[in-house]
């Protein structure tokens, strides 16, 4: 059995969740062809056009999938990996399935496409866990990431996209007018 974080941990990931729809700052010298940079890592249009794709097989009819919460995933994913890498923490796919077991997540798992976002969200909470909330919550603040502009504006701190308040993947989509 795998130990569970406090209440307060998941609280806490929870809202570093949500806030995957929050913007980036610092747009610098983006290429046309990346979403983001994450302290020199380059997430490319493609990646997330495919990324978004996966998770749209999967969400429920009725249902978009929101880039910037894709794209939010990928970016903490992406910093995760690299504090982990700096703290010598190694992550298994056996771990992030874990994490995702039980999980609104866990149908990611079955679609090549969607995996990786999965696998981000949990490499967040691996290393969370790993080196306690509120001090992983400070490094993030401390990673260099740049945001394509067209995806909004990157919180500094949180390095979230800031775009509305549901931190779903999916979303309803809006009704079309009446006649």
């Known amino acids: 059995m795998r130990p569970s974080l406090p209440a307060r941990g998941r609280a806490r990931l929870a809202a570093v969740a949500v806030l995957l ?7 610098g010298q983006t290429s046309p062809s990346a ?3 994450v302290d020199g890592t380059k997430i490319t249009q493609q ?3 495919e990324a978004v794709a996966g998770v749209g097989t999967t969400v429920d009819p009725g249902q978009q999938v929101s880039p910037q ?18 703290d010598g923490i190694a992550i298994t796919d056996a771990q992030r399935d874990a994490v995702l077991k039980g999980s609104n997540l866990e149908p990611l798992l079955a679609v090549p496409a969607a995996k990786p976002v999965a696998y981000d969200v949990a490499d967040q909470e691996i290393v969370a866990q790993k080196i306690g909330g509120d001090a992983y919550l400070k490094r993030v603040g401390e990673q260099q990431v740049t945001l394509n502009p067209r995806y909004g504006v990157l919180d500094p701190q949180q390095k979230l996209i800031v775009t509305d308040q549901s931190g779903s993947l999916a979303k309803p989509v809006a009704p079309a007018p009446s006649p």
């Open 69 to 86: 919460a894709v794209a939010n995933a990928m970016i903490h994913g992406l910093i995760a990996e690299h504090l982990a890498a700096q």
């Open 21 to 27: 729809g929050v913007t980036l700052t610092g747009c």
């Open 47 to 49: 990646q997330l056009d």
């Open 35 to 37: 979403v983001a940079y």
